[in-house]
């Protein structure tokens, strides 16, 4: 069995969805601690041809909490509808606005306060949209050693679901060691995405946007087939 691990990030870059696709069991760290300088709870848009960041903003708490103790800010109700007016002046023109808005809109009016438990409902959402069939897994439900750290902490939770395959992003080759992984019968690769290139109006061409990006401009099929573009290394 192949399995994936990652923190929660909010309508993340096509390269999370392609990670999740890839494998059997993909899980989601939830109680590792909250760092605010990650993409947890931001992400990139296309606006007039620039890239802009979006994000979920937070209420003042302690920088300790863990992404499950985190929760959204009582601006958020404000917040969330000039987000929702942004994607729609940025987006109103793309192909596949219509039925994209409705998802967003769906996403966004979460009840949810609870930080990762909204990102997980985005994630699942997009998953469903996508036919990405794939388990997710809290990281909290799995008994295993928390205090670990780095490379133990992932063998840890590929011996406990019986894993002997793991795959990470292609910027985790500087963290991890293969034969590290191999010392104890798992199989490590990295995933490297391919360059997708697709049509963003009249403007210049901007890689790695949110999923929201090639959600407006891309058909079902299409982004598809980008899931499957990549390799591994």
């Known amino acids: 069995m192949k399995i994936a691990i990652m923190q929660p990030y909010f309508m993340a870059y096509i390269g999370y969805f392609q990670l999740i696709n890839a494998v059997d069991k993909f899980v989601i760290y939830d109680n590792i601690k909250y760092t605010k300088k990650g993409w947890i709870n931001r992400n990139r848009i296309l606006v007039k041809g620039k890239d ?3 994000s979920l903003p937070l209420k003042k708490d302690s920088d300790y909490l863990n992404i499950n103790e985190r929760v959204l800010s ?17 987006y109103a023109k793309s192909p596949f606005y219509s039925s994209v808005i409705i998802l967003l809109e769906d996403i966004l009016n979460h009840s949810e306060k609870n930080l990762f438990n909204f990102i997980l409902n985005s994630i699942q959402k997009v998953c469903y949209y996508l036919d990405i069939k794939t388990p997710l897994v809290k990281s909290s439900s799995l008994n295993i050693d928390n205090s670990l750290k780095g490379t133990l902490k992932v063998i840890e939770i590929c011996n406990f679901l019986k894993s002997n395959s793991y ?47 090639i959600l407006m401009f891309n058909n079902k099929p299409d982004i598809r087939e980008f899931l499957n573009k990549y390799s591994l290394i």
């Not at 019968?185 to 999923?211: A, G, R, T, V, W």
């Open 52 to 54: 802009q960041y979006i």
């Open 167 to 213: 795959l990470n992003p292609i910027g985790g080759m500087d963290l991890y060691n293969k034969d590290e992984f191999l010392k104890s019968h798992i199989d490590l690769s990295f995933l490297k995405s391919d360059k997708i290139i697709y049509n963003q109006f009249e403007y210049n061409f901007l890689p790695f946007l949110s999923i929201i990006d």
């Open 74 to 90: 009582d601006a958020w109700v404000n917040e969330k509808r000039k987000l929702l007016n942004k994607l729609k002046d940025s």
